[in-house]
């Protein structure tokens, strides 16, 4: 089984801030990592993910994660957010292998950009 | 083109009723997941149809929750004798493929409320 942490639920931060949201995982199989948003009144959106290859994998709009297997970690980061990048973000997992389909989400960090 | 959509959007209902919850997701797409989203539970996996094959059944929390998936296509998530409990948003996503890479696309969900 598989299991993902976000230890922040709230994460305030300036307009123009660097900002960290943290996702950890557990699981006893390879996984691939996702990150997806959640705008305001808005549904669910892929942001970045990792299947393989290069372990820092960047979106369009500046956000970056880098994948620490033996941290087991998959945080997001980007050097300077915006008010527009008030959302709740979402780290997920999937096994790598075999037939299961589903994501299995943390639960999930709200970022508040201030101005 | 026109992406996954559910209906209704919103969907007050009393205690001890009956509820379906549509989903139609992108055409062509053969996987199709249920999720339910709720407060202290986060984004929670309910159910997943690939193709012919028989769905994982394995999230849906008691019997009073059942899905299926009519023509490959359209789904609908029936729950009986709704609870206070059931109260929560109800995402649907597809895919092109099951397992792995295939990036899944969410609903905008159904917000479910229990009186």
């Known amino acids: 089984a598989q299991s993902v942490t976000q230890l922040d639920s709230q994460v305030p931060v300036f307009e123009e801030a660097p900002v960290e949201l943290r996702c950890n995982y557990s699981?006893?199989?390879?996984?691939?990592l996702f990150w997806y948003v959640q705008y305001p009144n808005q549904g669910l959106q892929l942001l970045l993910k990792y299947l393989s290859g290069s372990t820092l994998v960047k979106s369009i709009n500046g956000f970056e994660a880098e994948f620490n297997k033996s941290q087991t970690s998959f945080h997001l980061r980007k050097p300077s957010v915006h008010i527009s990048d008030t959302a709740e973000y979402f780290c997920a997992v999937r096994p790598s292998g075999g037939s299961q389909g589903n994501l299995i989400f943390g639960k999930g960090t709200k970022l508040s950009v201030k101005p | 083109g026109a992406g996954v959509s559910q209906s209704p959007s919103n969907k007050v209902t009393e205690k001890g009723k009956d509820v379906e919850l549509r989903c139609d997701p992108i055409?062509?797409?053969?996987?199709l997941y249920w999720y339910r989203q709720s407060l202290g539970q986060g984004l929670e996996f309910l159910i997943y149809?690939?193709?012919?094959?028989?769905?994982?059944k394995s999230g849906l929390p008691s019997d009073r929750f059942s899905a299926e998936r009519t023509g490959g296509s359209v789904s609908t998530l029936t729950i009986q004798r709704t609870q206070q409990e059931d109260s929560a948003v109800y995402l649907c996503?597809?895919?092109?493929?099951?397992?792995?890479?295939?990036?899944?696309?969410f609903g905008p969900g159904t917000r479910l409320t229990v009186t």
């Open positions: 149809f690939q193709g012919n094959s028989a769905p994982d």
């Open positions: 055409s062509g797409h053969t996987a």
């Open positions: 996503a597809s895919s092109t493929q099951t397992g792995g890479r295939g990036e899944q696309y």
């Open positions: 699981s006893s199989v390879s996984v691939y």
